[in-house]
């Protein structure tokens, strides 16, 4: 896909009319998600001031370190209109900032991961201005992906497919965890992926936390492991995929009744994605399912979350989450069910809201995997 298509220079004009209407006179937006989504610049976090300012009214101006500036300029940035000001080392880059707001400003929203010696730093500079979070403007933007949005994240998809494709190669009794995960690894890199951002595997009573990781324990025959697994590929967009297997042997019993509802829930929560249908509409479709097979206290976790530049973002699939899904939206689907002391299962796949349904872009089987 065209960088142009992926980051279209006229989210800044979406984003100025956007911050106008949420009564902010101004973003100001440090390294992370948000200024790459509207420049596509990925752009370094480190000690040295990099900041997008964009007016609600004049002109955007990108300010960045002198030794950044090749980058900088290199990036999708120059193409969408910002105007590139570079700070020599040991000069105070906070002046740039005032310069560029071009007046006083009452309000301003600020990256909600920006650090916070850059927060107390713009404090000072612009005192009496009410500080705001810039996830309020730019949330609504980027909830909705654009076809090239999808479509970077049907490839990161294909990407992480094929990694889980080949677990018959690295995942065996005998073998640890970290043994595993390192072989997995390597695969996200080969697969495409820029980064490698998580690798959990989980076996046997590991399996049993969501968020485990690896450990230097062995697998055993006939044990369930949850691999999730996901990274960045050069678009910036992002892959999350798990699956849960079983090698060398026949898992439990107990654990292949309970992979039974897991399995219906995850395909009863995907098939209720469609446009109007709420959030939490489809978190209930996987939990009551769960629930009356008698597993609900172990379902530790929301159904979804979504994905994109981030690897967690609006919308949430959870309880409480009111909010009617659309055309676009692109979330993980992934119920689990979690036995502390013992093993537990994950499905996960990414789905995007489409205009009469729903399409699933991790496309690799669901059912338990044997190898």
Request: proline letters at 8%; aromatic letters at 4%; charged letters at 20%.
């Amino acid at each position: 896909m065209r960088t142009d298509e992926l980051y279209p220079a006229d989210r800044l004009a979406a984003a100025r009319r956007a911050t106008t209407a949420a009564g902010l006179d101004a973003l100001l937006l440090t390294p992370g998600s948000d200024l790459r989504y509207l420049t596509g610049y990925d752009a370094h976090a480190g000690e040295r001031l990099t900041c997008l300012v964009l007016p609600a009214r004049g002109e955007p101006t990108l300010i960045v370190p002198a030794l950044e500036r090749p980058a900088a300029e290199a990036s999708p940035a120059p193409a969408t209109g910002v105007r590139i000001v570079d700070h020599p080392d040991g000069a105070d880059p906070y002046p740039l900032v005032a310069a560029a707001l071009d007046g006083p400003v009452a309000a301003v929203g600020l990256a909600d991961r920006m650090w916070a010696e850059q927060v107390l730093a713009l404090r000072a500079l612009l005192p009496g201005t009410a500080q705001r979070l810039a996830g309020e403007v730019l949330r609504e933007l980027r909830v909705r992906k654009s076809p090239a949005e999808v479509a970077a994240l049907a490839e990161a998809g294909a990407a992480i497919d094929a990694v889980h494709l080949r677990m018959d190669r690295w995942l065996r009794p005998g073998r640890t965890e970290a043994e595993v995960a390192t072989d997995i690894a390597a695969a996200i890199r080969a697969a495409g992926h820029v980064t490698v951002d998580f690798v959990i595997v989980a076996a046997g009573p590991n399996g049993a936390s969501p968020h485990h990781g690896t450990s230097d324990r062995p697998i055993g025959a006939g044990e369930p492991v949850v691999v999730d697994i996901g990274g960045t590929m050069p678009s910036g967009y992002r892959s999350d995929c798990t699956r849960t297997y079983v090698a060398g042997g026949p898992p439990p019993a107990e654990f292949t009744d309970y992979y039974a509802v897991l399995h219906a829930a995850q395909v009863a929560a995907v098939a209720a994605v469609r446009p109007g249908v709420t959030a939490e509409a489809v978190d209930a479709a996987a939990r009551d399912l769960i629930t009356t097979a008698g597993y609900g206290p172990a379902f530790l976790h929301r159904t979804g979350h979504g994905i994109g530049l981030d690897g967690h973002e609006d919308p949430y699939v959870v309880a409480g989450n009111p909010r009617p899904l659309e055309p676009g939206m692109a979330f993980s689907v992934e119920p689990g069910i979690y036995l502390a002391g013992r093993h537990g299962a994950r499905i996960e796949d990414i789905v995007v809201c489409t205009t009469d349904g729903v399409a699933r872009l991790n496309t690799t089987p669901t059912e338990l995997i044997a190898l």
